[in-house]
């Protein structure tokens, strides 16, 4: 009971994917090819894998919005070492290491200072989107080494080594938040951040650590996602945080902090990210993807609502 | 006295999740008086107070103002009848000016009506005259000095008409100067014919300003006497006089060596200072004192929360530095935080995330838990608590104030600490959880740890204590031995003898 009760959201969001993907296939069965699955599954990965990150942070009642920034200068980064005869495989921690140094600043600023996330994540996004177009001049990165497309490992290959990276990443945080000490912290930092400061937890600390990860897993997303072009544009990453948050959100995160799981991440980004495909196959007007997805967090904030209404009038009677 | 009556409160009676704060109480405000409301921590003055202003509603009895019924009282209900309260922190906003403070509430609006921004002012000036306040109406309240905010907020009173004007704890924090400049304020009002209930902990200053005073005692009121019929020692008399009712499992127990002692320990941040303190092992120490007194302040500066700026922290005889709750929990010391379902426990997390939270550390190899060991060490401690719950991953929210306080227990139990500070540990928790705390702490003296209890309830400071230290004003007034401790002494101690 306590068990079931407790992943709810998780639960719900699956039977909206359910719903979602049996319509699909009655209407266009075509959606289920094996080509459109392994699109779907690459044009998502980078996406998840800045959902993961995302989750951390929320779960710490924290916000970034600066992650889609942080992924056009990390992608930018990519391509210009690639170009000046970096390695190919040391492109790998080279990325992380940038992203992760992106997200210290964030992490310094919020979780040490302690300024409110939401302002200086938006001063970071302005600041990375806007030096980076003074540095680039807008101009794209070309004359790529040949092996940085699929990181030389041919298309059919590249592809699923993509997918395949994203998932074991999911697969290792959503391991680690259950299983490790330092999971339990971000819960209970998250959950009540003076309780875990009277518990011998510093709040900043792994405020701090949280945002470094989630740098690094943007760092990791934007080169997953560039090598499957053959150049390098300048504003990728455009909109990621939105993507991304509604996402975590969708999957059952409490944008308060505290609640949520990776698991949940993991249908929030395939539930909103299959509804603009499934729309162009079921011949509807791809132009009420957005609105179908704006659709679907408000549901989903909705009955969080109404289950917190529900479950405090039910602890309110318990106290009594 | 043939005034009439202005206020009558009677028969009130109001409990809030299973705590009685009001039992049949009765109060009754005269037109032209200063009534003082005595009592101590927990009396249910605050409570009174708020069903007078319409803050909270209560489960029975009646309200008169003015010999009429008050039937659906409510914050502007009570304005618009004349009912004004000022608290120990003045209510104003702090980026507005004085003048739109006072004007708040007074003016007739509509969204859209104007503001005529010279009448408001000159209002302003006019109430800031009347108590003798000079004070700029476009200065910035939130710049003005403490006794500044009070005078703005008895014009705003005055603005309003207020005919019963509350004071709560007005002079708590001002200098004996001030006190006598508010009270020349609060006996003109009085000659005017306004009725002033006046709440105070400082006991000495009443005689000055008070005509009558009423005595509340775990929310019933004892008695209503003429101020100059009554002295220090009775009204002390009053507001304790009760017999220890409760029996508490108290043992001699071998008091072994100094654990923890504080040598001239100061916070300039959090107002202690001059702390001199020892608590030896197998000790149980009560600190007692008033709300704001420091009580909390000096356990947060001990578990190093709010670190020491001066003084000296010894465990066992070595000075140590303590700059974090982690180096306190290091050193073996626990802090059982008060108000509980706020702090104490992490609602969220599972009861037995909650349990080993701070040694968490010690539950785990390589960074990752060991949920068997963990799982097997939460049962354990809460089959020895018995705290009642359905399953041991089930959310401490899920659970009631009693058991949540004794998983914030078991959490501490676990580090090991050699020092247990326990702030208000059976606040707003039923009986029978109560004595098993009480019971629990006696068998961890018995096992030689030290405990510090803070607690605001005199029956418990002296039914479990040792030794009482008594907190006045940010120091430790005196320390007294069980044998020679009252609560008379104590509460004497307390305000400041």
């Known amino acids: 009971m306590v068990g079931l009760n407790r992943y709810k959201r998780e639960l719900s969001a699956s039977l909206a994917y359910a719903v979602l993907l049996v319509a699909v296939g009655i209407i266009a069965p075509s959606f289920f090819g094996a080509t459109n699955l392994r699109d779907l599954a690459l044009n998502n990965a980078p996406v998840l894998l800045v959902a993961v990150g995302m989750t951390l942070v929320i779960l710490v009642a924290q916000i970034d919005i600066s992650v889609g920034s942080q992924f056009a200068v990390a992608t930018v980064a990519a391509g210009v070492l690639a170009q000046a005869g970096v390695p190919i495989p040391l492109l790998l921690p080279l990325l992380i290491l940038i992203g992760a140094a992106m997200g210290a600043v964030n992490g310094l600023l919020i979780g040490t200072l302690r300024l409110p996330s939401i302002i200086v994540t938006l001063a970071m996004l302005v600041a990375w989107r806007d030096a980076l177009r003074w540095t680039t001049g807008g101009e794209w990165v070309q004359n790529l080494p040949a092996n940085f497309q699929w990181f030389g490992l041919g298309q059919s290959l590249g592809q699923w080594v993509i997918v395949l990276a994203a998932l074991l990443v999911l697969a290792f945080f959503a391991w680690a938040l259950r299983n490790l000490a330092a999971g339990r912290r971000v819960y209970a930092v998250g959950s009540d951040a003076e309780a875990a400061r009277l518990a011998g937890v510093e709040p900043g600390q792994v405020t701090f650590f949280v945002f470094v990860l989630m740098g690094a897993l943007v760092g990791l997303a934007s080169l997953l996602n560039a090598v499957r072009f053959s150049t390098v544009p300048s504003n990728a990453g455009l909109g990621l945080e939105l993507k991304a948050i509604a996402a975590v959100v969708v999957g059952g995160t409490a944008i308060t902090g505290g609640r949520g799981t990776m698991l949940g991440t993991l249908i929030g980004v395939a539930l909103l990210g299959t509804i603009g495909t499934a729309l162009t196959f079921a011949g509807i007007n791809p132009f009420w993807e957005k609105a179908i997805q704006g659709a679907i967090i408000l549901t989903a904030l909705a009955s969080d609502f109404v289950w917190g209404r529900v479950e405090r009038m039910r602890t309110a009677k318990q106290a009594v | 006295m043939a005034n009439p009556t202005l206020l009558r409160a009677s028969n009130i009676d109001k409990s809030y999740a299973g705590v009685h704060a009001l039992k049949q109480a009765s109060f009754e405000l005269q037109a032209g008086e200063v009534h003082a409301l005595i009592g101590e921590n927990g009396a249910g003055k605050s409570t009174l107070i708020k069903i007078i202003t319409g803050a909270v509603a209560p489960d029975a009895g009646e309200l008169h103002l003015n010999g009429k019924l008050v039937t659906h009282n409510s914050p502007r209900v009570a304005k618009q009848l004349g009912i004004a309260a000022m608290y120990q922190q003045p209510a104003l906003f702090p980026e507005l ?401």
């Open chain 2, 97 to 497: 000016s004085v003048a739109e403070n006072i004007a708040i509430g007074l003016e007739e609006s509509s969204l859209l009506s104007r503001v005529n921004w010279r009448n408001r002012k000159r209002k302003a000036s006019e109430l800031l005259a009347r108590v003798g306040a000079n004070i700029d109406p476009d200065a910035e309240a939130g710049e003005l000095t403490l006794p500044q905010q009070q005078l703005v907020e008895i014009a705003r009173a005055l603005g309003a008409e207020a005919k019963v004007l509350i004071l709560d704890e007005p002079t708590a924090s001002l200098s004996v100067e001030d006190t006598q400049k508010l009270f020349t304020v609060i006996r003109q009002l009085r000659n005017e014919g306004a009725g002033i209930v006046y709440i105070s902990h400082r006991l000495e200053e009443l005689p000055a300003i008070a005509d009558r005073v009423t005595v509340l005692r775990d929310g019933s009121t004892i008695d209503t006497r003429l101020m100059s019929e009554v002295n220090r020692q009775q009204l002390i008399q009053l507001m304790v006089g009760r017999e220890l009712s409760a029996v508490f499992p108290k043992k001699a127990v071998q008091i072994g060596e100094s654990v923890l002692e504080l040598r001239q320990l100061g916070c300039a941040a959090s107002g202690i200072h001059d702390v001199n303190l020892i608590v030896r092992a197998g000790e149980i120490v009560g600190l007692a004192g008033l709300v704001g007194c420091g009580r909390t302040q000096l356990a947060h500066t001990v578990f190093g929360l709010t670190p020491a700026d001066h003084g000296d922290v010894l465990l066992r005889g070595k000075p140590v530095k303590l700059s974090s709750a982690a180096q306190a929990i290091e050193s073996g010391i626990a802090y059982v935080p008060e108000d509980r379902r706020r702090h104490g426990v992490i609602l969220d997390l599972a009861i037995s995330a909650n349990i080993t939270l701070a040694s968490l550390s010690r539950f785990s190899s390589y960074g990752a838990v060991d949920f068997g060991r963990e799982k097997k060490v939460a049962a354990d401690y809460a089959r020895r608590l018995r705290i009642k719950t359905p399953a041991i991953f089930a959310p401490v929210g899920t659970l009631s104030g009693g058991n949540q306080q004794k998983v914030a227990l078991s959490r501490w139990l676990v580090t090991n600490p050699s020092v247990l500070i326990l702030d208000e540990p059976t606040q707003g928790i039923d009986v029978g959880a109560k004595s098993e705390v009480h019971a629990l702490m006696t068998d961890l003296a018995a096992q030689g740890v030290a405990i510090l209890m803070i607690s605001s309830e005199l029956p418990e400071v002296l039914g479990m204590s040792d030794r009482i230290a008594v907190m006045c004003r940010g120091t430790i007034a005196a320390t007294l031995d069980r044998a020679e401790a009252t609560q008379e002494k104590i509460l004497a101690l307390a305000l400041g003898q």
